[in-house]
């Protein structure tokens, strides 16, 4: 079956913009996380999905937002973009909470300029 | 407020020899544990866990530690290969939230 699939793979934007990413989930996983990773800071949790509603949310600014639509696919939007946000997003999925390993994606690896 | 945190950045290791990857924890809640591998450009891939119930659990050449009173995790890996190398995180969780390190970068050299 396929993995997660997460689009676009690079992306540059500028200070100030507004970005969107988004994740495909295996077929039948209906919680999607996504992590911040960066250098020397390792995978920083900022939100989770389940059945299309927010469960979990990590110590991230409301710039960072996210949603999850009916067939588990996840989007995560962040607005104002700083040079900081400058990261690769990873996105995760697993089937259900009895299932605690989740697969990941290869992420979405974001410059900001 | 870091609740999992992997103090060594790297580790090299001749190929052959055992690998030693520590992982420190905080919260006594935890009660699942796991370690992953995560090739450059890739994410990161499950390779093994352990429940707070066991303080050992063994696939092929991947041995996971649990020291529950030192809240001590370690991942041993024998014989080490070059192909294994790579960054691995080791992730604790306490019901649906998963707490990660900020990763060990392993050189196997050959």
């Known amino acids: 079956k396929a993995g997660v699939t997460q689009t676009p793979r690079y992306l540059i934007k500028t200070r100030g913009q507004q970005v969107t990413l988004s994740c495909s989930p295996i077929?039948?996983?209906?919680?999607v996380s996504w992590y911040q990773q960066t250098p020397g800071q390792g995978l920083q949790f900022l939100f989770e999905?389940?059945?299309?509603?927010?469960?979990n949310k990590g110590n991230f600014p409301g710039r960072f937002s996210g949603r999850q639509f009916s067939n588990s696919r996840s989007e995560m939007n962040v607005s104002t973009l700083e040079l900081g946000d400058s990261a690769l997003y990873l996105c995760?999925?697993?089937?259900?909470?009895?299932?605690?390993?989740?697969?990941f994606g290869s992420g979405t690896r974001l410059t900001v300029v | 407020d870091q609740q999992v945190k992997q103090n060594s950045p790297s580790l090299s290791v001749q190929e052959g020899r055992i690998s030693i990857l520590n992982c420190d924890y905080t919260?006594?809640?935890?009660?699942?544990f796991l370690w992953y591998k995560k090739y450059p450009a890739e994410g990161p891939t499950f390779l093994i866990s352990?429940?707070?119930?066991?303080d050992k659990n063994e696939d092929g050449r991947f041995t996971v530690f649990l020291n529950k009173s030192a809240k001590h995790l370690s991942l041993h890996i024998v014989p080490s290969q070059p192909g294994d190398s790579a960054v691995y995180f080791c992730?604790?969780?306490?019901?649906?939230?998963?707490?990660f390190g900020s990763g060990t970068k392993l050189n196997v050299k050959p």
């Open positions: 995760a999925s697993r089937a259900s909470d009895l299932n605690p390993g989740y697969t």
């Open positions: 077929s039948g996983h209906r919680s």
């Open positions: 999905y389940f059945s299309e509603t927010q469960r």
């Open positions: 919260n006594s809640m935890f009660d699942y």
């Open positions: 352990i429940s707070s119930i066991k």
């Open positions: 992730a604790a969780s306490a019901g649906v939230k998963f707490y």
